[in-house]
């Protein structure tokens, strides 16, 4: 009991709690959205849900997982930087088929804010996960602020790219269909 107490992880299990649930309940929140989003006349294109929509969904989720991970009661912490680490690589891999996805699909022509926000800073936010990964075992103290800067930044992302999504479909219903 005293090793748990003395881990470098115990003072972060707040920040844990609160990360975890936030993204635990905005997932739930994309799954709302995008059924009501798919009850609409709005256009309903596989390419354009893959690149704008589910990568949020991921986000969240990874999130949610880094939140678990750090929250679980680990004896030498070089087992959860393992796991980070493959978190982050993961999410580097799905960042690059999330870019794929936004070249293939064709309802929507992306500019440089979509291209920062749903490819750029989840780039960057992943690789700065495997460092921190990396980090973790031999200085806890500044990995520990780096996965925490990377979840809340996976967080934003997630809620700007969920706002951008919404109002890209409002604007759209508002605008009068195309009889022809």
Not at 71 to 94: E, I
């Amino acid at each position: 009991m005293l090793e748990a107490a003395l881990s470098p992880l115990a003072p972060w299990q707040n920040f844990y709690v609160i990360i975890g649930s936030a993204a635990a309940a905005l997932t739930g929140l994309m799954f709302v959205v995008i059924t009501l989003i798919m009850g609409t006349r709005a256009r309903r294109s596989s390419g354009a849900l893959g690149a704008f929509g589910t990568p949020n969904v991921v986000h969240f989720c990874i999130a949610l997982l880094v939140a678990a991970l750090l929250s679980a009661p680990w004896q030498a912490l070089w087992n959860a930087g393992l796991l980070l680490g493959l978190c982050g690589l993961f999410g580097v891999m799905y960042v690059i088929i999330v870019i794929r996805r936004a070249r293939r699909q064709t309802e929507y022509q992306p500019v440089l804010e979509d291209w920062l926000w749903y490819t750029i800073f989840p780039l960057i936010s992943y690789t700065a996960l495997v460092v921190a990964a990396i980090v973790l075992p031999g200085n806890p103290a500044l990995a520990l602020f780096g996965i925490g800067a990377v979840m809340v930044l996976l967080l934003f992302i997630g809620i700007h790219n969920a706002w951008d999504t919404v109002i890209y479909v409002a604007v759209e219903l508002t605008e009068p269909e195309n009889k022809s």
